[in-house]
Nanobody, 123 residues
Framework: QVQLVESGGGLVQAGGSLTLSCAASGRAFSRFAAGWFRQAGGKEREFVARVGWNDYTYYSDSVKGRFTVSRDDAKNTALLQMNSLTPEDTAVYYC?????????????????WGQGTQVTVSS
């Protein structure tokens, strides 16, 4: 059974940084893709970034150049380093993984989800 647990969210001032972690059990991130999504109040869940089993990374335009997605295979953890945060980044952030070998940036591409962690950026 695959379980994902996010951590690292919190309150930060605009311009600050946070690093989110996603610890996996029942799944080796080194063999499967890990994705990050976020959902702000009243809005749809949106793609943020993903890292493939082959270390290929892809970002949404809204976070490109500010966020970095990576894996720590020794800890079986996916990471999302977030810099230059703005109030528009405020959302619940979710980690996800998929059994698929073909996947993209749609939330329906992912099979397993964490419970989410709140990120709040104050102006």
């Amino acid at each position: 059974q695959v379980q994902l647990v996010e951590s690292g969210g919190g309150l930060v001032q605009a311009g600050g940084s946070l690093t989110l972690s996603c610890a996996a059990s029942g799944r080796a991130f080194s063999r499967f893709a890990a994705g990050w999504f976020r959902q702000a109040g009243g809005k749809e869940r949106e793609f943020v970034a993903r890292v493939g089993w082959n270390d290929y990374t892809y970002y949404s335009d809204s976070v490109k150049g500010r966020f970095t997605v990576s894996r720590d295979d020794a800890k079986n953890t996916a990471l999302l380093q977030m810099n230059s945060l703005t109030p528009e980044d405020t959302a619940v952030y979710y980690c996800a993984t998929t059994d698929r070998t073909q996947y993209g940036s749609r939330w329906t591409d992912y099979d397993y989800w964490g419970q989410g962690t709140q990120v709040t950026v104050s102006s």
